[in-house]
């Protein structure tokens, strides 16, 4: 009955090949394609009829009337961190943490793990680091962490027991490219392994009612037997994202069972380790010049929750033909089109000259609105012009020089006022039908020229 057959896969990108060649047919990777030992439709069939004998329909209940209270939800000690996964974990859930390296995700984790285990037990699996390492690393943090365990091993069935016979709140794995089963002949770090090895740890995270908080490195090409391929296993994804060179770090949920995907927290990485940070706006915008040229305000969007920053323009003369369009934070593309669209419509060119966009505190910014904040920038280095101090523009630009409206326009002007804003410059679409909360002096916009109109009138206001 029982039909195994033979398949590849590759180790690189996980595509499944009939049989095995030098080359991934989908990635182009050059041997990666391993064996593995797979379970027939039929087999799978026959093992599911096994365990559902025909005659025992499945329970049916109605929507409404599913009892229970909602989730038990724990905090970690990391308001942030509680806030990504949707009010703190949930118990017997499983959430990966992704990152590159040095990122700072055994620091989370310890910190988080630390905090519970002043009350609960909590068990940190280490097979990146000694457990001297990792009692170091938490003296160095001050952490006073009485029920925390660690586990220096590598081997997941060895693993699994200790987890099933403590019960702990919580179970740190780091990372998962370390852990190998048994029941895999592939090495560790494959994806075999990697899946083999997740499933198995979900399995045990509802069985025994930890929660397991997996970590993840992301390789450096990003597909590479990363975290990628396990995030279908699990319930919550969570990315540890942000420049090494900046001390920022912003944790992401990509997705979550247990709460709002697309959620954000910002930490910044301290000498003592992570630390909140309650509210980024403040710390962004802490150490802007004012009265220079080249620099803008925005309000853009952190997952679900605004965020005002400051985009920086330099623009100057071509030291190469073709000149310079180098930016740092936003689409590059995109700048080369804000550029024409600028040079026709602006009444200015930026035509042989080199043009350097930069979002400050090594923030990516990937929507649209930064088009009206990274044009002014560009306006007021080239005119070499300060822009108002409490100014703040968002919106799109589209190629006939409109400013469109964007997504959340209300919040963000109220981030804007929150922080002491008063000059605002705003698509059309984005001013709320019935009157504005906003104070101050709001510029409604529907293109560029306008945009450019109102702020030579306040420079003018402010000079007068
Ligand atoms: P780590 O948590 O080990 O990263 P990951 O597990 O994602 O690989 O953090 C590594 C970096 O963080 C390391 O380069 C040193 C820095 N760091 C601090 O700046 N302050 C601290 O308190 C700690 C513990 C680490
Ligand atoms: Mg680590």
Known sequence: MSRLSTAYRCEACGAEAPRWAGRCPECGAWNTLIEETRVTKAHARSAAKAAHPAGHPADVQMLDEVEGDREERHATGLGELDRVLGGGFVPGSVVLVGGDPGIGKSTLLLQAGAYLARQEPVIYVSGEESPLQVASRSRRLGLDCPHLSLVAETHLETIIPVIQKASPRMVVIDSIQTVYSDRVESAPGSVTQLRESTAALVRLAKTTGSALFIIGHVTKEGA????????HLVDTVLYFENDLGSRYRIIRSVKNRYGAANETGIFLMAENGLREVRNPSAIFLSSRLEGVSGSAVTVTREGNRPLLVEVQALVDDAQSMPP?????????????LLLAIFNRHSGQSVAGRDVFVNVVGGLRINETAVDLPVLLAVWSSLTDRPLPKDLVAFGEVGLNGEIRPVFGGEE?????VKHGFKKGLVPRGNVARQGHEAAGDLRVVTRLTECLQAVEDWLQDASA
């Open 324 to 336: 310079r369009r180098i930016t740092v934070g936003t689409d590059s593309t995109r700048l080369s």
């Open 412 to 416: 963000r002007l109220r981030e804007s």
């Open 224 to 231: 590479i037997a990363g975290p990628r391929v396990l995030e």
